[in-house]
Nanobody, 114 residues
Framework: QVQLVESGGGLVQPGGSLRLSCATSGLTFSIYAMGWYRQAPGSQRELVASIYRDDSTHYADFVQGRFTISRDNAKKSVYLQMNSLKPEDTAVYFC????????WGQGTQVTVSS
């Protein structure tokens, strides 16, 4: 049974940093391209960052230069380092395979506010 468990969210002031983690189980993690997604209240879920099997990465324009995605195949985990956070980054953050091919986890809430 595939499971995705996100963690690391919280309340942070504008300009602050957070590191999100996503632990996976029940899948051959190393063969998956993975992504971090987010969903703000009243908005659709959107792709934030992606990392491929060869560790190449891609970022949405609105996080380029501020967020860094990484993976650890031995730990079957993917991470999102978020720096210079803005209030508009407030959302629930989820990990999934690219194309959202896996069952969604519960996500982790990130709130950026002073």
């Amino acid at each position: 049974q595939v499971q995705l468990v996100e963690s690391g969210g919280g309340l942070v002031q504008p300009g602050g940093s957070l590191r999100l983690s996503c632990a996976t189980s029940g899948l051959t993690f190393s063969i998956y391209a993975m992504g971090w997604y987010r969903q703000a209240p009243g908005s659709q879920r959107e792709l934030v960052a992606s990392i491929y099997r060869d560790d190449s990465t891609h970022y949405a324009d609105f996080v380029q230069g501020r967020f860094t995605i990484s993976r650890d195949n031995a730990k079957k985990s993917v991470y999102l380092q978020m720096n210079s956070l803005k209030p508009e980054d407030t959302a629930v953050y989820f990990c999934n395979g690219l194309g959202a091919t896996l069952p969604w986890g519960q996500g982790t809430q990130v709130t950026v506010s002073s």
